[in-house]
């Protein structure tokens, strides 16, 4: 329950994009409004003097601009948060030990937790710095009340300090201590997924060294034959074709890696317009239909007649971009049949398709194929070797996700394969509405 509780605060409350120490340090905040909020309400409960009870009430309310400012994109607005909070907490301290019985009250345990939590965060000037300051001000602290045991604010009865301290241990060990222990989960979780990334990067590196070198030797190795004397005019002509296949290969490979990098580091934007789908469908016949002729396969578009004048709000570029992959893929991996794509509106979304007759993909391989540098294995049971280097699916999942959409698969081997690409209808700027989207004529492929 108090997991739940704690992750429901963490999806409404705290930033997605916050790294782990300014997520860490809103969760301070947090519980230390509650922590004052609840301490002020139990003072007022168990007769503590008053100004406790004001004093305890006016940390709990500076605490919320706290937490906000904490919240803010700018690193040194977040930065003055920080400071912000600890020297309202140790301002507090100090009026808190003279206000409400000194040594004998919970002060010194709630000034433990503050260096524990300043040496977690250690804010400038360093923790070793900050934490002998502390040190010093409860020693301060101790020799005022001993040699003016009169300014120190006493309780009035043992049973109102017994009261005082069990708040306070009660709300350390219900909120403080799960608290930590679920930030030590997050923190391991966070490592494991650094050290998962850089292990991808590793791998995501060698392969690329590989898939350069391989064109780039046979370019090498053909440009070098091509100087010999005596080649023949055939041979001539098949070392010309092999260098240019290999630098078409190499450029492609090299394009596919930039657009890549450039999404994984958000560095590609958006240029919304407003343009028909039928448009967008044109377009793409146009430009695969001579490469579908030259495989001997149908291309086809599915347009229904509901969607016809549809105008949809998007990236035209990276659209086209996104068919252009798929529709390439497609054709190079049916030898018979056809490639159709198309589009369906069914409730609430807008779902393209791209729908080949190929050798299908099997089932063990379709959850990576949308991973950087998959490819089929040529030892499945499609028995086809694929060429290019297995990232213009990953592109296309990049694209999506940064246009808002998402992409699944379907396929069965040796009957076809269907990429569905779906948005949500907000992408409609118009339509009209038929029957059509009701039947069953209407479904996307399988």
Known sequence: MLKRYLQKISKKAFSREASYDDHFFLVTVFLSFWFTFINAVSNLLIGLHGIVTIWTAAMSGLFIPIFFLGRHSQKKIRKFARSLFFVTVVISLNAMWVYNGGSKSPSPVIFVALMALIIYFNPKPGSPVISIFLSLNIVLLLIVEWHFPRLIVSYESEQQRILDYIVVIVYLFAAVIPTLAYAKRKLTREKEEAEKDNQEKSAYLANMSHEIRTPMNAIVGFTELLQHDGLSDKEQKEYVSIIRQNSELLLTLINDILDLS???????????????????????????????????????????????????????????????????NALKVTHEGDVRFGVRKKKDKLSFFVFDTGPGIPREQQKRIFERFSQLNPNSKTKEKTDGVGLGLSICKAILELLGGSIKLHSEVNKGSTFIFSFPESIIQFYSHTICEEKEQCNIPN
């Open 262 to 328: 450039k999404l994984e580091a958000n560095l590609v934007e958006k240029h919304l317009s407003s343009f028909s789908i039928q448009s967008l469908f044109t377009q793409i016949y146009n430009a695969h239909i001579t490469q579908a002729r030259k495989s001997g396969l149908f291309l086809e578009t599915d347009l229904p007649v509901n969607l016809k004048n549809a105008i949809i709000k998007s990236d035209r570029t990276l659209f086209f971009q996104v068919f252009s992959n798929l529709i390439t």
